[in-house]
């Protein structure tokens, strides 16, 4: 029977000093609940000369990074470095080495997840990721083991901090995107590459994730819907306040016989909807099961500690079977075949922002565009004309396909100028 458990730490960054500092202190609390000793060996880093946020003996930092995965002595590898070949790489090294391993890749996770998975069930290993979705909610064990009896039909969640933390700041405090930007960044919730969060790659990633797993199937990447936050233009927020909506950066995906959806956009949420009142750095994701009905999770989706703690959490998960013998136990092959919807059977109400010439004849001729299409309007508002002599209308569609939204806004641009348009969530009363 093991006494000691060491742990080999790829990366000291954000993430990675928040998993030193929990592990030192919570040391008494993680012995009495192991029963043993579980210590960080050996770290990777790439810059020695940096300053820290978090304190380790001098002797366990290293820049090589094979010096971490050769050594026999470690029993888990905690991947918290970033990036995608060299990390993806190190998981697939250290569980060949018959390494439990633990990640907050997202990246790797979504991309190679499926691949990852497959290779730690072959080498009977345990390869745990909690920290990858919402940083500090335990939604990845809610969905393997909290809701293990119920069939998932819908997860729609806000999954990245960064973009919630721009649009509370630019909604609250008529901050500027810029502006926000840079704090979101100096707080640590943005990517190394913030492009990432705003263009809503790294929501999609974890859409990605969260499906797979709800689903029992694979997803791609390329089957996310993705469109960022550069779409959203001055006005749109005030504009979906004055409709009762909020505007928010919404992962969605829903499974039913046509196939499943996946999508990362700016949408209109209804007020009451409880995503609409998650701010700032918080992530939530609210769950649809068929018998457990409605569930939402809420918390930190991204800083150090909240997402240092879902990794201590997957380490001592870890550890536990380490001491029990049973790593590697889970089921991770996808139950059903991959199955997405077409686009015209992906029904929404929808806004849409035009700028219009205001002359005789054009609401007639823009309204009968949507009429051609089958896509009828819940309401249409006019704003007066600018100097310029042109008008703006916002038009609100009841439920259409989006293959009907689609081919709407093509039309629509010979007669008018489409300024902005999002998909509305919620039945047809909302
Ligand atoms: N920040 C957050 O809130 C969240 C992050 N994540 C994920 O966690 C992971 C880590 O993120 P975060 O801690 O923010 O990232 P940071 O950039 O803060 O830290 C990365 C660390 O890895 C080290 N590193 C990176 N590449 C190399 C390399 N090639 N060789 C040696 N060392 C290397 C860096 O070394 P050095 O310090 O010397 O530069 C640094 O210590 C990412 O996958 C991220 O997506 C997930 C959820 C939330
Ligand atoms: N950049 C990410 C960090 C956590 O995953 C975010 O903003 O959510
Ligand atoms: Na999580």
């Given at each position: 029977?093991?006494?000691?458990?060491?742990?080999?730490?790829?990366?000291?960054?954000?993430?990675?000093?928040?998993?030193?500092?929990?592990?030192?202190?919570?040391?008494?609390?993680?012995?009495?609940?192991?029963?043993?000793?579980?210590?960080?060996?050996?770290?990777?880093?790439?810059?020695?000369?940096?300053?820290?946020?978090?304190?380790?003996?001098?002797?366990?930092f290293t820049t090589d990074i094979e010096e971490i995965l050769n050594d026999p002595s470690l029993d888990i590898i905690v991947e918290?470095?970033?990036?995608?070949?060299?990390?993806?790489?190190?998981?697939?090294?250290?569980?060949?080495?018959?390494?439990?391993?633990?990640?907050?890749?997202?990246?790797?996770?979504?991309?190679?997840?499926?691949?990852?998975?497959?290779?730690?069930?072959?080498?009977?290993?345990?390869?745990?990721?909690?920290?990858?979705?919402?940083?500090?909610?335990?939604?990845?064990?809610?969905?393997?083991?909290?809701?293990?009896?119920?069939?998932?039909?819908?997860?729609?969640?806000?999954?990245?901090?960064?973009?919630?933390?721009?649009?509370?700041?630019?909604?609250?405090?008529?901050?500027?995107?810029?502006?926000?930007?840079?704090?979101?960044?100096?707080?640590?919730?943005?990517?190394?590459?913030?492009?990432?969060?705003?263009?809503?790659?790294?929501?999609?990633?974890?859409?990605?994730?969260?499906?797979?797993?709800?689903?029992?199937?694979?997803?791609?990447?390329?089957?996310?819907?993705?469109?960022?936050?550069?779409?959203?233009?001055?006005?749109?927020?005030?504009l979906a306040q004055g409709f009762g909506y909020t505007m928010k950066m919404v992962g969605s995906s829903t499974k039913d016989e046509?196939?499943?959806?996946?999508?990362?956009?700016?949408?209109?949420?209804?007020?009451?909807?409880?995503?609409?009142?998650?701010?700032?750095?918080?992530?939530?994701?609210?769950?649809?099961?068929?018998?457990?009905?409605?569930?939402?999770?809420?918390?930190?989706?991204?800083?150090?500690?909240?997402?240092?703690?879902?990794?201590?959490?997957?380490?001592?998960?870890?550890?536990?079977?380490?001491?029990?013998?049973?790593?590697?136990?889970?089921?991770?092959?996808?139950?059903?075949?991959?199955?997405?919807?077409?686009?015209?059977?992906?029904?929404?109400?929808?806004?849409?922002?035009?700028?219009?010439?205001?002359?005789?004849?054009?609401?007639?001729?823009?309204?009968?565009?949507?009429?051609?299409?089958?896509?009828?309007?819940?309401?249409?508002?006019?704003?007066?004309?600018?100097?310029?002599?042109?008008?703006?209308?916002?038009?609100?569609?009841?439920?259409?396909?989006?293959?009907?939204?689609?081919?709407?806004?093509?039309?629509?641009?010979?007669?008018?100028?489409?300024?902005?348009?999002?998909?509305?969530?919620?039945?047809?009363?909302?």
């Open positions: 029977m093991k006494n000691e458990i060491s742990i080999g730490l790829l990366g000291f960054g954000t993430v990675g000093s928040g998993v030193a500092t929990i592990l030192q202190q919570h040391q008494k609390d993680l012995r009495h609940k192991l029963g043993v000793e579980v210590s960080i060996k050996k770290v990777l880093i790439k810059n020695k000369n940096k300053d820290r946020l978090a304190s380790l003996e001098p002797e366990v918290v470095m970033g990036g995608m070949d060299e990390a993806k790489e190190a998981i697939e090294k250290a569980l060949a080495a018959g390494k439990q391993v633990v990640t907050a890749n997202k990246d790797v996770m979504a991309e190679h997840g499926h691949e990852l998975l497959k290779l730690a069930d072959e080498k009977k290993c345990d390869l745990f990721y909690e920290a990858s979705v919402a940083g500090g909610i335990p939604i990845i064990r809610t969905l393997e083991d909290g809701l293990a009896s119920d069939r998932i039909s819908s997860l729609m969640g806000i999954v990245n901090g960064t973009t919630n933390f721009i649009l509370t700041k630019m909604k609250q405090e008529n901050m500027s995107y810029e502006d926000a930007l840079a704090e979101a960044t100096a707080l640590g919730y943005a990517e190394a590459d913030p492009s990432s969060d705003v263009d809503g790659l790294d929501a999609a990633r974890k859409m990605v994730i969260l499906s797979s797993l709800a689903y029992s199937t694979e997803v791609h990447l390329d089957d996310v819907l993705i469109r960022g936050m550069k779409e959203i233009r001055d006005g749109d927020l005030e046509d196939g499943i959806e996946v999508a990362v956009e700016p949408i209109f949420l209804p007020d009451s909807h409880p995503l609409s009142s998650v701010n700032n750095e918080f992530n939530a994701v609210y769950i649809y099961g068929d018998a457990v009905g409605e569930t939402m999770l809420y918390g930190p989706g991204a800083g150090s500690l909240p997402t240092a703690t879902s990794v201590v959490s997957d380490v001592i998960a870890a550890c536990r079977n380490i001491l029990l013998e049973v790593n590697g136990k889970r089921v991770h092959a996808a139950q059903y075949e991959r199955m997405i919807k077409p686009e015209d059977s992906r029904y929404s109400k929808y806004f849409h922002r035009l700028s219009v010439k205001d002359e005789i004849g054009v609401l007639s001729k823009l309204t009968a565009i949507y009429s051609e299409h089958g896509a009828s309007l819940q309401s249409v508002k006019q704003h007066p004309a600018e100097d310029d002599g042109n008008s703006e209308l916002v038009l609100l569609t009841h439920k259409i396909s989006r293959q009907q939204h689609l081919d709407v806004i093509k039309e629509l641009e010979g007669t008018a100028s489409v300024i902005s348009h999002y998909r509305i969530e919620g039945e047809e009363s909302a």
